[in-house]
């Protein structure tokens, strides 16, 4: 009997994919868990169209992003920041931080999951952050580290 998964199965295979198992497998576990639907000629329509449905909307994300990097690459955001006697900056400036100068300076909201730093910013200068705005799609925004007055 061929099943359409609605869900990841262990043993079966992922989400969307058509599997061969057994009558009583089908009618005793995966049908009644709601793991998956048998593979009629209305459900396989519906898997397609819902397959085409998902790739327009991930062509769109591609492009929103892509958009988004063009847009990020011109910007440029400022941080002040406490310094001692020194030189030496009190504190640093993190992601979560660094998230809230893009939508206060720049009024566009980006998750601070999304801002790759190897180290937090703890001197003053410019940086490079990236940010990963889609799997294929990384920004980068210059971050300008100036002395508090």
Do not use: W
Request: hydrophobic share 40%; charged share 30%.
């Amino acid at each position: 009997m061929k099943i359409i998964l609605l869900q990841d199965v262990k043993s079966l295979g992922k989400k969307g994919e058509i599997v061969e198992v057994n009558q009583g497998y089908a009618r005793n576990f995966v049908l009644p868990k709601k793991l998956g639907v048998e593979a009629t000629p209305k459900n396989l329509n519906d898997l397609k169209l819902k397959n085409q449905n998902d790739e327009k909307i991930a062509a769109e994300n591609l492009a929103e992003a892509e958009e988004l990097k063009a847009l990020l690459a011109e910007k440029k955001i400022t941080c002040t920041m406490k310094v001692g006697a020194n030189g030496k900056t009190f504190g640093s400036v993190s992601s979560k931080e660094i998230a809230e100068l893009i939508k206060a300076q720049l009024n566009i909201d980006i998750d601070k999951k999304k801002i790759v730093l190897k180290d937090p910013v703890k001197a003053l200068g410019g940086y490079n952050v990236k940010i990963k705005l889609h799997p294929q799609v990384t920004a980068e925004l210059l971050l300008d580290v100036t002395e508090e007055k």
